[in-house]
């Protein structure tokens, strides 16, 4: 998401500053006679989160050789072996380059957060040693045995500390058994402690222990094997853990603490792949409306294989409603217990399931994606409580096998009064239930499912919020708004039905505006927020300012090749477009080396110039093309914040310039005249751009990278852009000079960048060169062209016997607007008062402007929006005019084309402009050509004469489409600020009495409705 520019500029300073407090962290790994493993534990090192981390092999079997380049990986074989295995882990951190050091043993496993986890803890201790307190331990079981960090067990796999105190304790003692305790010793000593570990979270737990082993343990017992010491010489392959069992185990653990992490592995058996699931939604008698909200929401949506009943206890009445069966038990809360189990007495007896999922009646699911967390070899799915105390939430739902169920209906000793999910998920372990805690289903509120992420359930819902969330799964947002709280900031997404819902905390509640203009956001879980609308466009309160989100850009992708010092590269970051970067320096150790591969989408590292790196990149990565429409190649010195890529790709699509470019800062190095910041200008059409900071189309970049392609074992620099102009340049497309965005182009010094790759007397020989293989030549000088801007379809609403209308419009507006002038039929009222026409199947009597529309209105409406819905697929950024066939034009108007694109252009986020003298006058100043529009009215406007960009098309014929208000409703665009109004007309609408055809129908009051 796009931000302001000092947004953007402390932004930059907080990931420059990040990158800085990343130390380096040594892994040390001695290692000997366990060649199978090595590959194991390498996998796990590349696989750690943590950027700036190396890992020290120091292998001392004599007749075994291993070699690596993998990036951070550094072995160093030994002939003779180290007499004790102290003296070999002091040799190896001897080698280490960072400042802190982490234990890292070849046969026992560290999941992904290890290094980052004890880093970020050891911080908050503030200690310079760290020890969690709790792992994990592997003896075979898929069911890993919880350990704690006591004196006399096994902890060193696990530590952190500083290479200072590993120092001035004097390094391990040179013993071959309990060298890890007498370092241990030393230590404690010299910090003035008794045993140091720090509290850990089960779902932070970094470390499995490796107890079953396919090699004999030197201090524990396990192992089946001896030791490997047979010859061997190979290069060091990163492979996952072998061990299925063990692989299984690790998968689950991180897919607990992150489920996006890892996908679920296919299910071996046909029924689990494709289970058969009963819903029960647990409900009583006294709660009837919060059975209705689920029908109208979830329970709306079908899923094959997966049913649904809501099942409630004894009733003075029977319920008469076919989904909800009545069980053999008490409806109130103590009995919960009873009525859950007599439910799943019934279900086994008259249903055909795989797996019950048991849920409440103020439980919002996603029946679709239950199939989703049910794992193989898992039969008791539950959320986070399910891990903490044993036993899930019931109200969060949980999800038993069949055969589990089957064993709870069996158990007569069960409680039948107490608390149902405790009661249940206990007796579930007992039984065998394998179990799983997933943080998909939600003991809470919020967050709840929503098309963007992979919840499956929420809790505690009213019906309000059960309605509210269910729009907002099943609709796409209406508007889009950045706020900025006294207590947060976030995104703010309004969906139809004025329901708003905060994006990243997940919190909702309804958006309405007043009459006065006042918004008023009135959440469901916290006090109403109130803000008015400021003459800017955005609303302001005493503690929330909401302003429009950026213009969403078509898919773009920002390439650069990236080289140390560039910090420039860090502006491209946090926008709506990606980010590639190959990094072309030999120095591992420069923060950009090490931060790149985390702050951007792609990154790989090649020393080449930026073009040749892109064929490269994209010929490893073919699927690139086709997965975006817009591609900007940047040098890595030109500084480029998101809301000036957005501004530059918007206007490109909206000129529809194959290659363009930013202009350039005067203040900066300008190679050509054309391509020199001009202030107020839209764009330069020319033949050509430098290749400094260049955006292609999709079709142009292939074009160009077809002729490029032979010449790029040469060309660095000098003539790429001469080639471009060859390969892509048309008269009838040309390319542009992008005015609204401006870039600096640094000077540059012998020795910086691309002088490193190639010479300036070589660059410019290896043009010379190229352009005689190639035969080319440039017989252009670059320079401006002219092409017509992109400019607005109009159409006539006008109906057929208006004929003299017609002959009017025509001799007034053509000269004006000459072949973009149509003319669209009107839907006739006296079609629809005659009953020739049928009236939209809507229920129109009962309106949401207050009132019923006549018959006039109503073919009024039908009208715009057949004008819109065939508009709609065809029309670009440019937009269209619709209009009336009663207006006239002002003095300015042969100018409306230039009129509408400078508004625009100040106004980016209004996508509706009323060309006409507005009913009402308005004082407050939006831009130069636009007024401010208040809110206080409904539709106080007409339809008059009216520009609309797509976005405004389509949301019109989304917000009409129930007939329920008249075509001149701009109430809601109104309110998110995207109607202007110009403040130099460029038509006028003759009268205030109504015509039809070439009649007088009276004044516009006398309304006829349809009976």
Same mark, same amino acid.
């Given at each position: 998401?796009?931000?302001?520019?000092?947004?953007?500029?402390?932004?930059?300073?907080?990931?420059?500053?990040?990158?800085?407090? /990343?130390?380096?962290?040594?892994?040390?790994?001695?290692?000997?006679?366990?060649?199978?493993?090595?590959?194991?534990?390498?996998?796990?090192?590349?696989?750690?989160?943590?950027?700036?981390?190396?890992?020290?092999?120091?292998?001392?079997?004599?007749?075994?050789?291993?070699?690596?380049?993998?990036?951070?990986?550094?072995?160093?074989?030994?002939?003779?072996?180290?007499?004790?295995?102290? *003296?070999?882990?002091?040799?190896?951190?001897?080698?280490?380059?960072?400042?802190?050091?982490?234990?890292?043993?070849?046969?026992?496993?560290?999941?992904?957060?290890? @290094?980052?986890?004890?880093?970020?803890?050891?911080?908050?201790?503030?200690?310079?040693?760290?020890?969690?307190?709790?792992?994990?331990?592997?003896?075979?079981?898929?069911?890993?045995?919880?350990?704690?960090?006591?004196?006399?067990?096994? !902890?060193?796999?696990?530590?952190?500390?500083?290479?200072?105190?590993?120092?001035?304790?004097? $390094?391990?003692?040179?013993?071959?058994?309990?060298?890890?305790?007498? /370092?241990?010793?030393?230590?404690? *000593?010299?910090?003035?402690?008794?045993?140091?570990?720090?509290?850990?979270?089960?779902?932070?737990?970094?470390?499995?222990?490796?107890?079953?082993?396919?090699?004999?343990?030197?201090?524990?017992?396990?192992?089946?094997?001896?030791?490997?010491?047979?010859?061997?010489?190979?290069?060091?392959?990163?492979?996952?853990?072998?061990?299925?069992?063990?692989?299984?185990?690790?998968?689950?653990?991180?897919?607990?603490?992150?489920?996006?992490?890892?996908?679920?592995?296919?299910?071996?058996?046909?029924?689990?792949?494709?289970?058969?699931?009963?819903?029960?939604?647990?409900?009583?008698?006294?709660?009837?409306?919060?059975?209705?909200?689920?029908?109208?929401?979830?329970?709306?949506?079908?899923?094959? $294989?997966?049913?649904?009943?809501?099942?409630?206890?004894?009733?003075?009445?029977?319920?008469?409603?076919?989904?909800?069966?009545?069980?053999?038990?008490?409806?109130?809360?103590?009995?919960?217990?009873?009525?859950?189990?007599?439910?799943?007495?019934?279900?086994?007896?008259? /249903? *055909?399931?795989?797996?019950?999922?048991?849920?409440?009646?103020?439980?919002?699911?996603?029946?679709?994606?239950?199939?989703?967390?049910?794992?193989?070899?898992?039969?008791?799915? $539950?959320?986070?409580?399910?891990?903490?105390?044993?036993?899930?939430?019931?109200?969060?739902?949980?999800?038993?096998?069949?055969?589990?169920?089957?064993?709870?209906?069996?158990?007569?000793? @069960?409680?039948?009064?107490?608390?149902?999910?405790?009661?249940?998920?206990?007796?579930?372990?007992?039984?065998?239930?394998?179990?799983?805690?997933?943080?998909?289903?939600? #003991?809470? =509120?919020?967050?709840?499912?929503?098309?963007?992420?992979?919840?499956?359930?929420?809790?505690?819902?009213?019906?309000?919020?059960?309605?509210?969330?269910?729009?907002?799964?099943?609709?796409?947002?209406?508007?889009?708004?950045?706020?900025?709280?006294?207590?947060?900031?976030?995104?703010?997404?309004?969906?139809? $039905?004025?329901?708003?819902?905060?994006?990243?905390?997940?919190?909702?509640?309804?958006?309405?505006?007043?009459?006065?203009?006042?918004?008023?956001?009135?959440?469901?879980?916290?006090?109403?927020?109130?803000?008015?609308?400021?003459?800017?466009?955005?609303?302001?309160?005493?503690?929330?300012?909401?302003?429009?989100?950026?213009?969403?850009?078509?898919?773009?992708?920002?390439?650069? !090749?990236?080289?140390?010092?560039?910090?420039?590269?860090?502006?491209?970051?946090?926008?709506?477009?990606?980010?590639?970067?190959?990094?072309?320096?030999?120095?591992?150790?420069?923060?950009?080396?090490?931060?790149?591969?985390?702050?951007?989408?792609?990154?790989?590292?090649?020393?080449?110039?930026?073009?040749?790196?892109?064929?490269?990149?994209?010929?490893?990565?073919?699927?690139?093309?086709?997965?975006?429409?817009?591609?900007?190649?940047?040098?890595? &010195?030109?500084?480029?914040?998101?809301?000036?890529?957005?501004? #530059?790709?918007?206007?490109?699509?909206?000129?529809?310039?194959?290659?363009?470019?930013?202009?350039?800062?005067?203040?900066?190095?300008?190679?050509?005249?054309?391509?020199?910041?001009?202030?107020?200008?839209?764009? %330069?059409?020319?033949?050509?751009?430098?290749?400094?900071?260049?955006?292609?189309?999709?079709?142009?970049?292939?074009?160009?990278?077809?002729?490029?392609?032979?010449?790029?074992?040469?060309?660095?620099?000098?003539?790429?852009?001469?080639?471009?102009?060859?390969?892509?340049?048309?008269?009838?497309?040309?390319?542009?000079?992008?005015?609204?965005?401006?870039?600096?182009?640094?000077?540059?010094? =012998?020795?910086?960048?691309?002088?490193?790759?190639?010479? %300036?007397?070589?660059?410019?020989?290896?043009?010379?060169?190229?352009?005689?293989?190639?035969?080319?030549?440039?017989?252009?000088?670059?320079?401006?062209?002219?092409?017509?801007?992109?400019?607005?379809?109009?159409?006539?609403?006008?109906?057929?016997?208006?004929?003299?209308?017609?002959?009017?419009?025509?001799?007034?507006?053509?000269?004006?607007?000459?072949?973009?002038?149509?003319?669209?039929?009107?839907?006739?009222?006296?079609?629809?008062?005659?009953?020739?026409?049928?009236?939209?199947?809507?229920?129109?009597?009962?309106?949401?402007?207050?009132?019923?529309?006549?018959?006039?209105?109503?073919?009024?409406?039908?009208?715009?929006?057949?004008?819109?819905?065939?508009?709609?697929?065809?029309?670009?950024?440019?937009?269209?005019?619709?209009?009336? &066939?009663?207006?006239?034009?002002?003095?300015?108007?042969?100018?409306?084309?230039?009129?509408?694109?400078?508004?625009?252009?100040?106004?980016?986020?209004?996508?509706?402009?009323?060309?006409?003298?507005?009913?009402?006058?308005?004082?407050?100043?939006?831009?130069?050509?636009?007024?401010?529009?208040?809110?206080?009215?409904?539709?106080?406007?007409?339809?008059?004469?009216?520009?609309?960009?797509?976005?405004?098309?389509?949301?019109?014929?989304?917000?009409?489409?129930?007939?329920?208000?008249?075509?001149?409703?701009?109430?809601?665009?109104?309110?998110?600020?995207?109607?202007?109004?110009?403040?130099?007309?460029?038509?006028?609408?003759?009268?205030?009495?109504?015509?039809?055809?070439? *009649?007088?129908?009276?004044?516009?009051?006398?309304?006829?409705?349809?009976?």
């Amino acid at each position: 998401m796009g931000g302001s520019v000092c947004g953007n500029c402390e932004a930059s300073r907080i990931v420059r500053q990040n990158m800085q407090e /990343f130390p380096l962290i040594s892994c040390i790994m001695p290692t000997f006679g366990r060649p199978a493993y090595v590959g194991e534990a390498v996998a796990m090192f590349l696989a750690q989160d943590y950027p700036a981390k190396e890992l020290i092999i120091l292998n001392d079997c004599p007749d075994q050789f291993f070699s690596s380049d993998l990036p951070g990986v550094s072995v160093t074989n030994v002939s003779n072996r180290y007499p004790t295995l102290g *003296e070999k882990r002091n040799a190896a951190i001897e080698l280490a380059r960072g400042d802190l050091i982490a234990v890292w043993d070849d046969d026992d496993v560290h999941l992904p957060w290890r @290094l980052s986890h004890s880093i970020t803890e050891m911080r908050r201790w503030r200690t310079p040693f760290y020890r969690p307190a709790e792992f994990w331990a592997y003896w075979g079981d898929l069911n890993l045995h919880d350990n704690q960090c006591v004196e006399s067990w096994v !902890s060193h796999g696990l530590v952190l500390f500083e290479k200072q105190l590993w120092e001035q304790v004097g $390094g391990y003692p040179a013993q071959g058994l309990g060298e890890d305790a007498g /370092f241990f010793k030393k230590l404690h *000593e010299a910090l003035s402690a008794d045993y140091i570990k720090f509290p850990v979270r089960r779902e932070d737990r970094f470390y499995i222990m490796r107890g079953k082993s396919n090699y004999v343990h030197m201090s524990i017992n396990g192992g089946e094997k001896p030791l490997d010491t047979s010859p061997l010489s190979m290069e060091i392959t990163p492979v996952p853990i072998q061990d299925a069992v063990l692989s299984e185990a690790c998968r689950r653990i991180i897919a607990a603490r992150d489920p996006s992490a890892i996908p679920s592995p296919p299910n071996p058996d046909g029924a689990t792949r494709n289970p058969r699931i009963l819903i029960g939604v647990c409900s009583c008698h006294m709660y009837p409306e919060k059975r209705q909200a689920i029908r109208e929401t979830w329970l709306s949506r079908k899923s094959d $294989g997966v049913i649904s009943r809501f099942f409630v206890g004894r009733g003075e009445t029977a319920l008469p409603e076919e989904d909800t069966i009545e069980v053999e038990a008490g409806d109130s809360y103590d009995e919960l217990p009873a009525k859950v189990l007599a439910f799943f007495r019934h279900a086994l007896i008259n /249903f *055909e399931f795989d797996w019950l999922f048991k849920c409440d009646d103020d439980t919002y699911v996603v029946p679709e994606r239950l199939k989703e967390i049910i794992e193989p070899g898992i039969s008791f799915v $539950g959320d986070e409580s399910l891990a903490q105390r044993g036993a899930p939430s019931g109200g969060a739902g949980y999800l038993l096998a069949r055969h589990i169920v089957e064993k709870l209906v069996a158990d007569q000793t @069960l409680e039948l009064r107490g608390a149902e999910d405790i009661i249940v998920g206990e007796a579930a372990i007992r039984h065998g239930a394998i179990p799983k805690s997933t943080a998909l289903l939600n #003991l809470q =509120p919020a967050p709840f499912p929503t098309s963007d992420n992979s919840m499956v359930s929420a809790h505690w819902c009213s019906p309000d919020q059960m309605r509210s969330i269910h729009v907002v799964y099943s609709t796409q947002h209406i508007r889009r708004y950045y706020a900025t709280h006294l207590h947060w900031t976030d995104e703010i997404r309004v969906h139809p $039905g004025d329901i708003l819902f905060r994006v990243t905390s997940g919190c909702m509640g309804k958006w309405y505006v007043q009459p006065s203009g006042n918004l008023i956001l009135k959440w469901f879980n916290w006090p109403a927020e109130m803000a008015i609308l400021t003459r800017e466009g955005h609303f302001s309160g005493p503690r929330i300012d909401l302003r429009p989100c950026s213009p969403e850009i078509p898919p773009t992708l920002l390439f650069g !090749s990236v080289g140390e010092e560039q910090s420039a590269v860090l502006t491209w970051l946090g926008g709506p477009h990606d980010v590639a970067t190959i990094y072309y320096d030999a120095d591992d150790g420069h923060f950009l080396a090490k931060a790149l591969p985390k702050r951007t989408d792609y990154f790989d590292r090649r020393r080449a110039g930026k073009f040749q790196n892109l064929i490269w990149w994209l010929d490893k990565n073919p699927d690139i093309l086709s997965k975006y429409e817009w591609f900007l190649v940047c040098d890595d &010195d030109i500084e480029l914040r998101s809301e000036e890529v957005i501004a #530059l790709v918007l206007e490109a699509k909206r000129l529809d310039l194959p290659v363009s470019s930013p202009s350039h800062d005067p203040q900066g190095k300008i190679s050509w005249n054309h391509m020199r910041h001009v202030e107020g200008k839209d764009a %330069t059409l020319c033949n050509f751009v430098e290749m400094t900071c260049v955006l292609f189309q999709r079709k142009a970049l292939i074009r160009f990278l077809e002729i490029f392609r032979p010449a790029a074992p040469f060309l660095t620099g000098w003539g790429t852009d001469l080639l471009i102009s060859k390969a892509c340049y048309e008269p009838q497309k040309p390319f542009g000079v992008i005015h609204s965005v401006k870039v600096l182009n640094p000077k540059r010094s =012998p020795g910086y960048g691309i002088e490193r790759l190639q010479t %300036t007397k070589d660059r410019h020989q290896a043009w010379i060169e190229v352009s005689r293989r190639l035969n080319l030549e440039w017989s252009d000088t670059p320079k401006e062209v002219k092409r017509a801007d992109p400019t607005p379809k109009v159409v006539c609403i006008n109906l057929d016997r208006a004929t003299q209308r017609r002959s009017q419009i025509k001799e007034n507006w053509e000269p004006v607007f000459g072949s973009n002038l149509e003319f669209f039929r009107a839907v006739d009222r006296r079609s629809l008062d005659q009953g020739l026409l049928q009236v939209p199947p809507k229920e129109i009597n009962s309106l949401a402007c207050g009132r019923r529309l006549s018959s006039g209105e109503t073919a009024c409406l039908m009208s715009h929006l057949g004008v819109m819905g065939d508009a709609l697929p065809k029309i670009g950024e440019e937009g269209i005019i619709i209009m009336e &066939d009663d207006i006239v034009p002002s003095d300015v108007a042969t100018s409306v084309f230039e009129i509408i694109r400078q508004a625009r252009r100040e106004s980016p986020y209004v996508d509706m402009i009323l060309l006409c003298k507005p009913v009402n006058d308005f004082s407050k100043a939006r831009s130069s050509e636009l007024l401010f529009v208040p809110t206080d009215e409904p539709f106080p406007y007409g339809t008059t004469m009216v520009w609309y960009g797509p976005r405004a098309i389509a949301d019109f014929l989304e917000e009409m489409r129930d007939f329920d208000k008249p075509a001149d409703h701009r109430h809601t665009f109104c309110c998110a600020g995207r109607v202007g109004v110009l403040k130099s007309p460029v038509a006028f609408h003759q009268g205030t009495d109504t015509f039809v055809g070439n *009649e007088f129908r009276g004044n516009a009051s006398q309304r006829n409705f349809i009976p």
